[in-house]
């Protein structure tokens, strides 16, 4: 089966050890770290876990060594096909291995599968190994273990599908293409105050930047030509000088401005655009920063940790916007 387009994977293959054993590769794009998440937290798993057009009405998946598996999938036709495991080894974010078992109509098993995911960071990518190899089986095992190569396909198709959704809801920055850090997050705020706190420097001050760091802006022109002075103060008391001008500024929908160092900032180069669109009372933003060459760009993620900093400042922005509307209720 062909990859979702919307997985964009590098690379797809299955290759059988045996009559019914698997070996199943996928590159997403999309951190380690979430596609870890969204294997072993049940709440994401019950969201992708099976064909296309299944639910799954009950999903226990206790992550841990000896943690027990269940997980009821319900086909299109409202037949429920009950799975049962237990989990042998966990060791995040890189390898889980568990035992599953397809149970019957008396809950006995038809067949145990015992399959380990092996989890690889390639530049902010995630390449992904799948090895199903069946343990035991009953006679009734053969009509489902040939369609376990599909079944499994189509679970990654929608596992892709999934996180890319996640990436647009989590917050959660990632390297992109040759030259880019993307980020979007959902906030719990309406269009105009997220644009406000965006650009008034005294809200700033409060969720710029990474976990502990605060800014002073020394200028500030919101203008196309205008040009954003400001100091990062990091927690090791050392300061970032910077230096933004602003390409465009359409309130409250867009913001592209340029790091543009001069004597004395930091050596930092790249153009961002940020997009403000109105989902109901939310708001999504969609970070783009792009920069001069992959060097630069990996550079920059290596030396001032770029990508995980974009993680937190939406973290942060977040959670002033909360406390915001929690004092505006007050």
């Known amino acids: 089966m062909a990859a979702n387009p919307k997985v964009n994977p590098s690379s797809q293959s299955s290759q059988p050890s045996s009559e019914w054993d698997l070996v199943i590769t996928r590159v997403f794009d999309a951190p380690r770290e979430l596609v870890w998440k969204v294997w072993t937290d049940p709440a994401h798993l019950a969201q992708w876990w099976g064909p296309k057009g299944f639910t799954n009405s009950r999903c226990e998946w206790n992550a841990r060594p000896g943690?027990?598996?269940?997980?009821?999938?319900?086909?299109?036709?409202?037949?429920?096909?009950?799975?049962?495991?237990?989990?042998?080894?966990?060791?995040?974010?890189?390898?889980?291995?568990?035992?599953?078992?397809?149970?019957?109509?008396?809950?006995?098993?038809?067949?145990?599968?015992?399959?380990t995911v092996t989890l690889k960071d390639q530049g902010g990518k995630t390449a992904l190994t799948l090895e199903a190899r069946v343990l035991t089986t009953?006679?009734?095992?053969?009509?489902?273990?040939k369609g376990m190569e599909m079944g499994w396909n189509m679970s990654l198709d929608r596992l892709g599908e999934f996180l890319a959704?996640?990436?647009?809801?989590?917050?959660i920055a990632h390297i992109s293409g040759d030259r880019?850090?993307?980020c979007s997050r959902v906030f719990n705020a309406p269009r105009e105050l997220v644009w406000d706190v965006f650009t008034d420097p005294s809200h700033i001050?409060?969720?710029?930047?990474?976990?502990?760091f605060s800014v002073t802006t020394q200028q500030m022109e919101l203008k196309p030509g205008g040009i954003w002075r400001h100091v990062m103060h990091g927690p090791d008391g050392r300061d970032?000088?910077?230096?933004i001008i602003y390409h465009e500024v359409v309130k409250p929908e867009r913001l592209v401005f340029e790091n543009s160092p001069d004597e004395g900032c930091e050596p930092v180069r790249m153009e961002t655009t940020v997009?403000?669109?109105?989902?109901?009372?939310?708001?999504?933003?969609?970070?783009?920063?792009?920069?001069?060459?992959?060097?630069?760009?990996?550079?920059n993620a290596k030396k001032y940790g770029a990508v995980e900093g974009l993680t937190d400042t939406l973290a942060r922005l977040a959670e002033l916007l909360s406390s915001l509307l929690a004092g505006e209720k007050q």
């Open 138 to 145: 009953t006679a009734r095992a053969p009509q489902h273990l």
């Open 240 to 243: 970032y000088h910077c230096r």
């Open 165 to 171: 959704q996640a990436l647009a809801a989590d917050g």
């Open 67 to 115: 943690g027990t598996i269940h997980i009821d999938m319900r086909a299109p036709d409202g037949v429920v096909y009950p799975m049962s495991g237990v989990v042998n080894e966990i060791i995040p974010p890189e390898r889980l291995v568990f035992v599953s078992s397809a149970l019957d109509e008396k809950g006995k098993s038809m067949f145990d599968v015992l399959n």
């Open 205 to 212: 001050t409060h969720w710029w930047g990474p976990r502990g």
């Open 275 to 299: 997009t403000f669109t109105a989902q109901g009372n939310k708001t999504r933003i969609d970070f783009r920063s792009t920069f001069p060459s992959t060097a630069e760009r990996d550079d």
């Open 180 to 182: 880019e850090i993307l």
